[in-house]
């Protein structure tokens, strides 16, 4: 029989393989909360749902509509992000026919996404947010290429 220290740092092995997969997966991908926050903040989506108003709801569509690219698949790719930033409640995620009657997803702001948004004295999180994942990516990419 093991020692209690031993069953401590084993945990518990009751979980399914799907759970052990499930959470080993969501580990791996731990860098892709950081990362989709960090594009939504470059891409001013915060700013955007905020100046449409304190209860507004959008669709990508519509939030792609203001940025500067060209690239038909802006309006999915905002909404992979947004999915990603819904799922930890950093922003609100509803459902509402589009204009040919197709369910789609819209954004707002949430109580967390508010620090995003600047301020009236121009502040807010962002910048920091920014700073700290250029200085990861930074850090990553020194590592990357100090171990070839």
Known sequence: MGSSAEIEFHGNNNYT????FSYTAQIAN??????????????D?????AKAGP????????????LT???PEAPSMLDRILRVL?????????????EQG?????????PVSKFLVRNEDGVSLGPLMNLVQNKLVGTLLLVGSVEN
């Open 17 to 20: 393989d799907q759970e052990n």
């Open 30 to 43: 731990s860098s892709v909360l950081p990362m989709s926050m960090h594009a939504a903040i470059q891409l």
């Open 45 to 49: 989506v915060f700013e955007f749902i």
């Open 55 to 66: 209860d507004a709801k959008l669709f990508p569509k519509e939030l792609a509509a203001q």
């Open 69 to 71: 690219t060209k690239n």
């Open 86 to 98: 819904a799922s930890h409640s950093i922003v609100g995620c509803s459902l509402a026919d589009d």
């Open 102 to 110: 197709n369910p789609q997803r819209l954004y707002s702001l949430t």
